[in-house]
Nanobody
């Protein structure tokens, strides 16, 4: 397992943008983001393959969020734009055997989470 540390969360107004970062302690294959809103189950947000050539997104964030990675820095990013109040959640970084596995909910390592709050 790798150790994952997220950063970049905060409070933003609706329509605004935030960029989350997640640094891994070592090399990773599939990387992704999940989120959990109060009173709800954790849900998949986005995933990216080791090369960055394949990406997957939840329907609720397509066209607004972009996942990317810098393998030289062992870091994955989530650029969030056009944020909505319903995007408010704790966002968790995840690592797994592939991006498709993460999309299916198969996760090898979790980060500690970073809070994102979107005000209306």
């Amino acid at each position: 397992q790798v150790h994952l540390v997220e950063s970049g969360g905060g409070l933003v107004q609706a329509g605004g943008s935030l960029r989350l970062s997640c640094e891994a302690s070592g090399r990773t294959i599939g990387m992704g983001w999940f989120r959990q809103a109060p009173g709800k189950e954790r849900e998949f947000v986005a995933a990216i393959s080791s090369s960055g050539s394949s990406t997957y997104y939840a329907d609720s964030v397509k066209g607004r969020f972009t996942i990317s990675r810098d393998n030289a820095k062992n870091t994955v990013y989530l650029q969030m734009s056009s944020l909505k109040p319903e995007d408010t959640a704790v966002y968790y970084c995840a690592a797994g055997t592939s991006a498709s596995a993460l999309r299916s909910g198969v996760v090898g390592s979790w980060g500690q989470g970073t809070q994102v709050a979107v005000s209306s």
